[in-house]
């Protein structure tokens, strides 16, 4: 996050998610280690290699940490990530394997936003029974 919230500051947050997506491909699709999908991920994207830095700095980590209270402050300190605001309300997830795709991911969203939009709607949630699968064909 560290190296993601330096790309943003210094190219805009039009590089945020393309560089997201790129660590999280090689992260977890490729198990590449933190060094070397941080390195590849910048250079997918013709990002300077030098942000890679920022990894080990704390130079943003007063941004980090504020942006880690903000999602508290909205969704409550009894879950984790990913949190999700829509209109104002915030909750955790939704946490998905496979993520879905096309008309099923729009389904899934159009759910979420009625969930968000239900007066008093707190919590849905069972245990995982599978691990994370990765669609290598994006």
């Given amino acids: 996050m560290r190296v993601v ?4 500051a210094a190219h805009g947050d039009e590089v945020v998610k393309p560089l997201y ?3 999280g491909t090689r992260i977890h699709h490729r198990e590449e280690g933190y060094d070397t999908a941080i390195a590849g991920a910048l250079a997918d994207l013709g990002l300077p290699a030098e942000l890679a830095d920022a990894a080990t700095s704390d130079a943003h980590d007063t941004e980090l940490r504020a942006s ?3 999602a508290i402050e909205l969704v409550g300190d009894d879950v984790g990530t990913p949190v999700v605001a829509v209109d104002g309300v915030a909750f955790f997830g939704p946490v998905v394997t496979p993520a879905p ?5 729009g389904l899934l969203w159009d759910g979420c936003l009625l969930l ?3 007066p008093g709607f707190y919590e849905l949630k069972r245990s995982r029974t599978q691990g994370p ?3 290598t064909e994006d």
């Fill in 5 to 8: 919230i330096a790309a943003r």
């Fill in 21 to 23: 997506d790129a660590l």
């Fill in 68 to 70: 880690h209270q903000r």
């Fill in 101 to 105: 795709k096309g008309e099923a991911a």
């Fill in 116 to 118: 968000a939009r239900t």
């Fill in 133 to 135: 699968i990765f669609d």
